[in-house]
């Protein structure tokens, strides 16, 4: 029985937004500390920026469906259809 991987969203795009509102968090949690009304809007359009940098990053083809859909694109055996091959089997 062939095992079902899942990807659990190790992208490119995932790590890149996941970074930054890590970052913002941290700003935000300085500016919680030291009461910094400031630091805390800082932090928040810090994370807000993780946000939008992931989905864009997933949107120009970093992210985990893109990378799915890169790796059927190539045929390493024919199949039943009688496809070319690119590579060696």
Do not use: N
């Not at 991987?5 to 930054?20: F, K, L, P, R, Y």
């Not at 300085?30 to 809007?41: E, F, H």
């Not at 083809?61 to 039943?80: F, R």
């Amino acid at each position: 029985m062939e095992e079902q991987h899942e990807d659990h969203g190790h992208s490119t795009a995932a790590w890149t937004g996941v970074g930054v509102i890590l970052v913002g968090a941290a700003v935000a949690a300085v500016g919680v500390a030291i009461p910094s009304v400031l630091l805390g809007i800082i932090g928040a359009v810090i994370i807000i920026a993780g946000v939008v940098a992931g989905k864009v990053l997933s949107m120009a083809g970093y992210g985990a469906d893109a990378h799915h859909a890169q790796a059927g694109s190539s045929i390493d055996a024919p199949d039943e259809a009688g496809a070319q091959t690119l590579g060696k089997s």
